[in-house]
């Protein structure tokens, strides 16, 4: 139970950076992957295949997702388009992601709506690992279609995590008790 209770307890106190608290200097393929893992990581079932990889970046700009790499380098909008395809490709395919980050970019700043996801994904884990009380976490000052399959698709991620986690922790609790 005390195992159950450290992911539960990671899970709500995960806080997805917001635009402005990541870096602002350029990275290398290596230095974007550690640092994406370092804001997954709490998502990721041991195991299981990694959120994202060099070889997924790579994927991603081939197919016109992300832009390409200016200099062989990511700069912060690389980090948040491939935070943001970390996250909904658990639950979303790659052409369903683009069209959502393409309508996003019509509509707002990649700064606003980064750190609208963000909030919405802290939003849908809470309710997700916690209350079970999905009716009331938009954060949206005015929901349209848009803000709703954002959080959609983040609460169906919040979900998908929330089974995937238990049910690991459980495998490991009768794994120990045989």
């Not at 290596?30 to 070889?55: A, R, V």
Request: glycine share 2%; aromatic share 12%.
């Amino acid at each position: 139970m005390a195992k159950k209770q450290e992911y539960i307890e990671k899970i709500m106190q995960y806080h997805c950076p917001r635009y402005e608290e990541l870096p602002p200097v350029a990275l290398y393929t290596d230095q974007l992957k550690e640092l994406l893992e370092m804001y997954l990581s709490e998502f990721e079932i041991p195991g299981e295949e990694k959120f994202i990889t060099p070889t997924m970046i790579s994927n991603y700009v081939k197919q016109k997702i992300i832009p390409p790499p200016v200099k062989k380098k990511y700069d912060r909008d690389h980090i948040v388009y491939l935070i943001v395809i970390g996250i909904f490709k658990q639950t979303l395919n790659i052409s369903d992601i683009g069209v959502l980050i393409r309508m996003q970019r019509r509509l707002y700043p990649v700064d606003v709506a980064y750190n609208f996801f963000c909030t919405e994904l802290e939003n849908a884990l809470k309710a997700a690992f916690c209350t079970r009380d999905f009716s009331n976490i938009n954060s949206a000052q005015r929901v349209s279609t848009l803000s709703e399959l954002v959080r959609s698709a983040l609460l169906a991620f919040a979900n998908k995590i929330y089974i995937k986690k238990n049910i690991y922790h459980r495998k490991q609790t009768n794994s120990q008790n045989e």
